[in-house]
């Protein structure tokens, strides 16, 4: 049985190139949006702007400017999660949604129905749909790539090594080694999704960030959607009940006064 | 800020709102023929069989709707059987999507069968098959089966309410209290439905009074549901002020609610409150789903 396989990143060294995004859309096949003709964002240089279902890769550009000689660039090659406890495989009403040997998450293009309901489970925005397949489609983690002990196409292209592919055990020491290193130099540095007591049960992709999940578009708290589930089925219950209670009420109410009418009254 | 600010909307519109006022009323509209079924008189027997007659015809338009708006339609069956390993059966118990694909078929299956035995009851049956089944639900089997029908005819109309909060989208994920709101809307809309259809059937104006009168106590039930829902979202409230906001406001709660209550205390004709019940319960899944799918296009615009 092969070991839990992801994803390190370590934002501090991205530079924004998109070799990332790129070699994703090559190996995955993936098709360009409108036909190649995208418009342009207009307020950023990043013009895939987010996650969907034919851009498993995005590298966001956080511009953080307060004048024209104080400011800087965060940039961030973002992707699926892989989540340890993944809200969209456990809504996934097909079956399509599944784990790998390698515990990643792979969504199977050939069950998935397009229902969407993963696309709202997932907490941190990543799956859509692609509109060529007409299912919901993210990162495999090149699940095809991993099967022949390949790494996957986007850590291979990365030219500084902003993405690193390996066992998660070891991702998580080189990571907080890299931390440890970042804050003796003054840089205030934090691990995203590391922690396999935190959120989710850790995140097989997880990230070094040098600012608030929020800056970067992560949830600080990603939760699980069957959190609402007891509260809000018992909520609807209690509805229910009422609802019943008065309809019964109400009818059983015209019957004893049908029964006490004129004619039962003259029976007594 | 909610971190459910930062998922993505899942394209749920028009066809999933329709399915969403369809199944409500729907299912409001048979549980209150379940009731009639089993506690009403002889002189409630039209108001029965327009119900079971809704829930039949609304439950097979949801599962058309559903079907139209997946991706892949012809794959529909992949949430009922394991597609790789059929006839396994594909069920999640903790998955709303999952039992309600389960609920809306068995749901349409004994609302059928209710709305068959209704029909013969009338002789309005002329296919010799459709007959031979309607025929067999009567009795004491007609009850049972119009009861199973109405406790899941209460299912269709709050899951859907159950399904937006299992998720992690703002808004919905945000409040527990969709579904018991779903419950509510779905009795109020199904009895606005039964008032305008049942006199076509035959209905008294005692039975249609009946009606009326639990419409009104559902609607004070949706109005305070409505409430605790705003009041549980706590900042996330920010979201309706703007146009859903106002749909909220001036179309579910006044048109919807506040108004045909005033219609009901004045006694004004039943027909017109009943409308504005039936518009206020679709501009209230309009707004809700709407108003979270939206929000999407502002984190997109603000870079995040």
Known sequence: MPEPMGFFTDTTVCIGCKACEVACKEWNQLPAENGGIRELSGDSYDNTRRLDGIHWRHVRFIEQFKGPYDGRWLMMSDVCKHCVQAGCLEVCPTGAIIRTEFDTVVIQSDVCNGCRACIAACPFGVIDINPVSGTAQKCTLCYDRLKVGLEPACSKACPTDSIQFGSIVELRTRAQKRVDQLKSQGVKAELYGADPKGSLGGLNSFYLLVDEPEVYGLPRNPQLPSRNLAKSAGFSVASAAVLGVLALVGLRKRRMDDMGGPGAGGSN | ?304
């Open chain 2, 1 to 304: 800020m909610s971190d459910t600010f930062f998922s993505g909307a899942p394209h749920w519109a028009w066809l999933i709102i329709l399915y969403f006022f369809v199944g409500g009323i729907a299912g409001g509209a048979c549980l209150l023929a379940a009731v009639v079924d089993w506690f009403g008189g002889p002189e409630d027997r039209p108001v029965v069989r327009t119900g079971y007659n809704v829930a039949a015809w609304g439950a097979i338009l949801s599962g058309a709707l559903l079907t139209i708006d997946l991706g892949r339609p012809l794959r529909f069956w992949h949430m009922l059987f394991q597609s790789a390993n059929v006839p396994a059966l594909m069920f999640k118990g903790w998955s709303p999507i999952s039992f309600g694909a389960w609920g809306i078929l068995l749901f349409g299956l004994f609302a059928v069968l209710s709305a068959l035995g209704g029909m013969a009851e009338e002789g309005r049956l002329h296919n010799a098959a459709l007959r031979a089944v309607g025929g067999a639900v009567r009795g004491g089997l007609a009850k049972v089966v119009g009861g199973v029908a109405g406790l899941l005819g209460v299912f269709i109309a709050g899951y859907t309410g159950i399904l937006l909060s299992v998720t992690n989208r703002p808004i919905w994920a945000d409040s527990p209290w969709l579904g018991a709101l779903f419950v509510a809307s779905g009795a109020s809309t199904g009895a606005a439905a039964l008032i305008l259809l049942a006199p076509g059937r035959g209905a008294t104006e005692q039975s249609l009074a009946r009606l009326s009168a639990f419409d009104t106590k559902a609607l004070v039930v949706e109005l305070l549901v409505l409430v605790l829902f705003v009041a549980s979202l706590g900042s996330v409230n920010r979201v309706w002020i703007g146009f859903w906001g106002l749909v909220l406001l001036v179309g579910v709660v006044g048109l919807g609610i506040v108004a045909p209550l005033r219609l009901h205390l004045q006694r004004r004709p039943l027909a017109s409150a009943a409308k504005l019940v039936l518009l206020g319960g679709f501009l209230l899944r309009v707004a809700t789903i709407l108003a979270s799918e939206g929000i999407e296009r502002y984190r997109v615009a603000a870079g995040m």
